[in-house]
């Protein structure tokens, strides 16, 4: 109930293409939905998140599309680059433990020139 | 924005001594802070929720005598790895909560011999 699980684990993309990473959760609770990246040895930032209310959002070259009757989210990166290979973590939280941040397995990505 | 910060970055001990890994907020004041432990190629484990003027609290299955925190104020948080064993070697990363969002620090890369 509480999980969050993400696919795929590990995903290769030419520079330019789409890089497309998918989110499934089943606790209709959950009311957040973050995205962060995290390079090698270093923390997690905090790409983009998105609420239910909205079936999409788009900042910059990333899209979190959200499909709230089917409990799924996922994150597109348009026009990929080098500098975009890192993993790439969803996460969500509800409204009634806003503390807790349930992580998916991660998605470790490499854009290829 | 919301910039957290960690130190040290990394740290070598001896088995047996306490190591304190401290963990800022540096342009936001929180109220509630998070340590968590990252293995390699693996996500993210809460293991303690931080809060200002209170004791932690400790998620299933961590010690807290072991892993000792302190929210002394508003803008920093410390754990600290009591007579450290190479089990307890680690990537521990610290993060504080803003509104919604948690904000990572770039994480404490730890090494007991």
């Known amino acids: 109930q509480q999980q969050v699980k993400q696919s795929p684990q590990s995903l290769i993309v030419q520079k330019g293409g789409i890089s497309i990473i998918n989110c499934a959760y089943e606790?209709?609770?959950?009311?957040?939905f973050p995205w962060y990246q995290q390079f090698p040895g270093k923390g997690p930032a905090l790409l983009i998140a998105i609420r239910p209310d909205v079936s999409e959002k788009k900042e910059g070259r990333f899209t979190i599309s959200f499909n709230k009757s089917a409990k799924q989210f996922s994150l597109h990166i348009m026009d990929s680059q080098p500098g975009d290979s890192a993993t790439y973590f969803c996460a969500a939280s509800s409204a009634y433990n806003t503390d807790k941040l349930i992580f998916g397995t991660g998605t470790r990505l490499q854009v290829f020139p | 924005g919301a910039v957290v910060s960690q130190h040290p970055s990394w740290v070598i001990c001896k088995s047996g001594t306490s190591v304190k890994i401290e963990c800022r907020s540096l342009?936001?004041?929180?109220?509630?802070m998070f340590w968590y432990r990252q293995f390699p190629k693996q996500s993210l484990m809460l293991m303690a929720t931080s809060n200002e003027g209170s004791k932690a609290t400790y998620e299933q299955g961590v010690e807290k005598d072991k892993f000792l925190i302190n929210h002394a104020s508003l803008t920093l948080s410390t754990l600290t790895v009591t007579s450290a064993h190479p089990e307890d070697s680690s990537f521990y990363i610290c993060?504080?909560?803003?509104?919604?969002?948690?904000?990572f620090g770039p994480g404490t890369r730890l090494l007991v011999l």
């Open positions: 993060s504080a909560r803003l509104g919604r969002n948690q904000y």
């Open positions: 606790n209709t609770a959950f009311d957040y």
């Open positions: 342009d936001f004041q929180a109220t509630t």
